[in-house]
Every structure is written in C-alpha cells, then in structure tokens.
C-alpha cells in the first residue's frame, strides 16, 4: 500500500469477500458521493448491483463517534464479516476508500467485469497524515492540457492521497486562464505553446469544471499566475505592461528568466489586481500562488517593491499567498506559503529560512528530488536535467523535516511533486514522468517518519505496476524496482 498507513494490523485466519449480494452503506449524508463513486467503479468491474443504502452495508461508511480521527484520519476494518470505514468527515472516507481501493486486487479498477474472487485479506489500519500540504503541480503553459486530460491526471493522483492541485496557469510561452477584464491574456496570449503549435485555454466554465472535479476527489486547486518574470504571454497581449510600452513577440522556446512586468507602473497593479480578483473569485481553496521564481530580468530592489505590492493585492483579493521561495527575500504577509524548489544550495536555504522567520509555512519541493521532469538516467529520452538525474530512489530518500537546517519541524506544512512540461506535450509523456516517482512524494507527505524506509517501499511500489497496468497507464518501468 502507497502511502504506507500509520499503523496497520493483520486478523489472521480472517478473509474479506465481496460477494454479488454485497451492499455500500453509509450513515452520512455528506459520505453519498464518495459512496457513488466506489460503487460507480466496482460495478464496472465486479458486475455485481451494489446497492447504496443508509445506515450500514457489506462496505459501510461511517462518520459516528469519530471526531478524534480528524479531518483527514481515518480507520479500515476488513474482516469476513464485512468492511467498515471510519472517519470524522467526508474527507477522511474519501482517504479511507482509497485505501480500500488498495486492499482490492488490482482488476477492480478495470472498466470491464472480471472474475472474481474479490478477497481482502483480514486486516485494521489506523491512519491519518503527517503534512496537511501533499501536492502535486501541472505546467498547463509550456504545453496545454485540456479540461479532460487534467481530470485523468486527477484520476491518477488522487489514489495517493495527494489533495493539492497546483495549476501554473501562465508562463512566457502562454496564458491559460480566461480573465474577461484582460481578454486579450488568453485570446492572443494563450494561442502558441513551446514547439510553436497551437496552445489553448480554459474558460471561466473550464476552470469551475477542474475545481470541481478536484473537489470530487478532495483535492485543492492552487492556481498559480506567475509574476513579475515569466510573463511574456501577457506583455505580448498588452503592450502598456511593458517597461517601454512595446509588445514582444509570442515565444515559443524554452529559455527563462528574460520577461518581467513594469514594475514602476501603475497599470501593473491594476492589471494584477483585476487578474488575482478573477481568479480569486472561482477559486474555493485560500491560497493563491503569484510566482515570484527567476526574475533575472528585474532589478532586485525592483523586485523587493513588487513583492510587497503584489503581495497586498493577493491578500485584498481575500486569498493567503503562495510563492517559490525567492519572494522571501521581500516582506511577506502573515500566513504565507513559500515553495522551496532549492537542491542543497544554501542561498536557498537562506530564503527559506527567512520565510519561516517571517512566519510562513514551506512547502518542499526541492529540484533534486521531487521534480518530476528531471530525467531519471542520462538516456531518458524525456525530461531536463538541470538538477541532476532524479531516480525512484533519489526522489523517495530524503526526509521532510531535515531537509533544510535551522528550520523547526512545525514551519513544514508538506510537500509538492511539481510537473514541467517543456519537453512533455501529451499525457502519455506526461504519466511516464509521474510514475512511478509521485507516490514516493506522496508517502513522504502521508506516513510517519517511521514508516520510511527505500527497501520495504521498493516491494510496495513493485505491486502498483498491475495496477497501473489495469489502468492503462504508461509508467516508466525504472530497473532499480524488481517490478512483479
Ligand atoms: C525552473 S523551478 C523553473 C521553471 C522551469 C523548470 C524546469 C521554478 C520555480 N522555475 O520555469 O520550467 O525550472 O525544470
């Protein structure tokens, strides 16, 4: 099982078996969804009817007498008499189907009936997670991925328990948020993508489909618009956000660090604030990520002026900022949340550091480990390597709490797998990077300190391979796993 859960115990002599008589019963109202989306699934596969009814069932899912398992804990217990999940909220069921999903053998993802038997080897697990923050990033700009393509990406993820979607939504190479007071974002500035072909964007009903859909699958979307450089999609939509008032061409290559917002003018704070109050506006989750990342082309104490100001205008706007972890070198507001993307680099250690004096939280996402478009060996035809090569065991061997000294363990709010995507242009490219790296992420975000361990994780992660060969999806089959 991936994450590992926090305790988990065998009843021996004892075996789970869903049967075709089996029933999904549930004792919360707010529990009907999750309940509709495990039967959804394991009538595609079981044939079985699966009925959904109130009060208990063959599965039952339940919220009574809970409340100390928290917002996202939860209890499992498979026995031969039948299989209870128990959580104090909706959220927690939902952790606790996933992990039953697990228990099931791996043809109940199938989207045909198999045969059975569907046995559950006897067993309790407690559980509940170490970080509240276990994310993942998709880069929509440098390559555009439609609402459909995002939902699969969903689809794959969630089994893990990731609950932060993190969208870059803008970037040199395009704009992919429709922003009606700035149509020209998406209109001019969202045709073209890295390659030169067509980009694309998402409508206001585009975007409200991927909240929802994340929300279904109790993810958070964190959209990120990234200021004050990589921003050439935008300063070619509107030449007045220029520095001297002229446009530059639409760019379609994979540089950075050359764009940036005037910073000296008014429009780009009325720009900003238009652009974060629409985004704001369709965002249910409280943070709002403004970039902040390689500004090399504008001047630092420049930089320091437009941290504050943008900064502000987040917060007005009713959201807590998020930004990589350069915009810690400026004043942050309370309740910040810097993204570390350093290696061992103490200038970056630095910056994290003053994050935390500032009082914000960090989310790791440190290069060298949890990128997920590095190259996992030299010969990886995907994928850049600018932080080095990023094996399945170089992105799992690392610990959360230490990674970065002098910082208390309480200023780590998680960690997050981001997704680049210059050299990646369709989902298949797309999952090859992801898996089987991102449910190591996952598990350093999930399960205790204790539960870490390369040797025993190899075995776990060897046994998703049927899983994700059910599903279809094309993982890369890294040697260093004696894969089944
Ligand atoms: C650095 S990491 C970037 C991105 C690139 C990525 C490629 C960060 C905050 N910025 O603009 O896409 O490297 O790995």
Redesign the pocket.
């Known amino acids: 099982m991936i994450p590992q859960p926090t305790a988990q115990q065998a009843l021996p002599d004892q075996t789970f078996t869903l049967e075709s008589d089996a029933t999904i019963g549930l004792d919360d109202a707010a529990a009907r969804a999750i309940a509709d989306q495990l039967a959804v699934q394991l009538r595609r596969s079981t044939g079985f009817a699966l009925p959904i009814q109130e009060g208990t069932g063959t599965i039952a899912l339940s919220t009574k007498g809970a409340e100390s398992l928290g917002a996202e804990g939860y209890e499992l217990r498979a026995d031969a008499s039948g299989v209870v999940v128990t959580a104090a909220t909706a959220e927690g069921l939902f952790r606790g189907v996933t992990t039953l999903r697990q228990l099931l053998p791996a043809k109940a993802d199938a989207d045909t009936t198999q045969d059975g038997p569907w046995e559950i080897a006897g067993t309790t697990i407690s559980d509940a997670p170490r970080y509240s923050y276990r994310g993942v990033m998709l ?1 929509v700009t ?1 390559h555009f991925f439609t609402v459909d393509q995002v939902k699969h990406f969903i689809d794959l993820v969630s089994r893990y328990k990731i609950n932060q979607l993190h969208l870059h939504l803008s ?1 040199d190479q395009g704009w992919r948020i429709q922003v009606d007071s700035w149509p020209r974002l998406t209109e001019y500035g969202g045709s073209l993508q890295v390659g030169g072909g067509a980009g694309g964007s998402y409508t206001k009903d585009d975007y409200a489909e991927i909240v929802r859909y994340a929300g279904e699958h109790y993810m958070t979307v964190v959209p990120e618009i990234d200021t004050p450089g ?1 921003t050439n999609a935008a300063l070619a939509s509107y030449p007045e956000l220029n520095k001297g008032d002229v446009a530059p061409e639409l760019y379609t290559e ?1 540089e ?1 660090g050359f764009s940036s917002l005037a910073i000296d003018k008014d429009v780009t704070y009325e720009f900003l604030d238009e652009v974060f109050r629409e985004v704001a506006e369709q965002t249910p989750g409280d943070l709002l990520h403004l ?1 902040g ?2 500004a090399h082309s504008t001047e630092h104490g420049e930089y320091l002026t437009f941290v504050a100001k943008a900064t502000e205008l987040v917060v007005k706007n009713g959201k807590r900022v998020m930004g ?1 972890h350069e915009v810690a070198d400026g004043t942050l507001p309370a309740g910040s949340v810097v ?1 570390y ?1 350093g290696t061992e680099d103490p200038k970056a250690q630095v910056l994290a550091q003053r994050a935390v004096e500032q009082g914000a939280t960090l989310v790791l ?1 440190p ?1 060298n480990r949890s ?1 997920l ?2 190259k996992y060996h030299a010969e990886t035809p995907l994928g ?1 390597d ?2 080095g090569l990023v094996s399945v065991e170089q992105s799992y061997s690392w610990n959360p709490a230490t990674l970065i000294p002098n910082v208390p363990a309480d200023a780590i709010a998680g960690v997050e797998a ?1 997704l ?1 995507t ?1 050299t990646l242009d369709d989902l298949a490219k797309v999952e090859f990077m992801v898996f089987p790296r991102l449910p190591g992420i996952a598990e350093l975000g999930w399960s205790s300190e204790e539960a870490l361990d390369w040797e025993t994780y190899q075995e776990r992660l060897a046994e998703e391979a049927p899983r994700w060969e059910v599903l279809g999806v094309n993982f890369y089959r890294a040697p260093e796993i004696d894969w089944r």
């Open positions: 880069d440098r970037d990589h994979t950075v970039g990342d390689e990589w993204q993307w996402s290069a990128y478009d590095m850049l600018w932080a981001p680049w210059e």
